[in-house]
């Protein structure tokens, strides 16, 4: 699909399996991967020292939303005040990291985290490369009805069947 979207033909490309490792793509054993660019290429980049480059899948004609928060409708109606309070935690969490995402960087390395592979390089690159994702005039987790056009025709073009009612913001009004 992404690839008939922008003039390639499939047949020109091999496409191999891939798990979460940079190592195909550090070593040259690959030219591409589709992987979160919060991340990969700050990794690459560390364990191999060459620059990784990426594109969105919304700047190449699949423009879609992720990392929504999914719940099954009893959710929505059962516990609604729980994903309120998620929502309003969640979004003081982003706006805190909008203002200066260096600001936790050092406080969280000698916590939980240390071990996981996180360092303070690490953070501060998914930060500044998340932020601009994540940011929208109306808050965190917003969409306006373009956004949500968007989305249900993408998840079309690839065979899933949407409708608009299955994109509920009226929680956001909650917080």
Same mark, same amino acid.
């Given at each position: 699909? %992404?690839? *008939?979207?922008? *003039? !390639?033909?499939? $047949? ?12 195909? &793509?550090?070593?040259?054993? !690959?030219?591409? +991967? !589709?992987?979160?660019?919060?991340? %990969? ?18 700047? $190449? ?7 929504? +928060? ?34 936790? %960087? ?36 917003? &969409? ?26 009226? &929680? %956001?009004?909650?917080?």
């Amino acid at each position: 699909m %992404l690839l *008939g979207l922008n *003039g !390639v033909d499939p $047949s020109t490309v091999k496409i191999v399996p891939y798990a979460f490792d940079p190592t195909p &793509l550090a070593t040259g054993q !690959v030219d591409a +991967v !589709v992987d979160f660019m919060t991340s %990969l290429p700050y990794i690459v980049e560390q364990t191999s020292g060459k620059k990784a480059n990426y594109i969105l899948f919304y700047d $190449s004609g699949l423009p879609f939303g992720q990392d929504f +928060v999914t719940v099954t409708d009893d959710t929505l109606k059962n516990r609604r005040k729980d994903l309120v309070g998620f929502l309003r935690a969640s979004r003081k969490g982003w706006d805190e990291d909008f203002k200066n995402g260096a600001t936790y %960087l050092k406080k969280y390395e000698d916590t939980w985290f240390k071990g996981n592979g996180y360092t303070p390089g690490a953070s501060e690159f998914h930060s500044k490369a998340q932020n601009p994702l994540m940011q929208h005039p109306n808050g965190v987790f917003a &969409l306006d009805d373009a956004a949500i056009e968007h989305n249900i025709a993408t998840l079309e073009k690839v065979g899933i069947k949407v409708t608009k009612d299955m994109f509920d913001n009226s &929680l %956001l009004a909650e917080i």
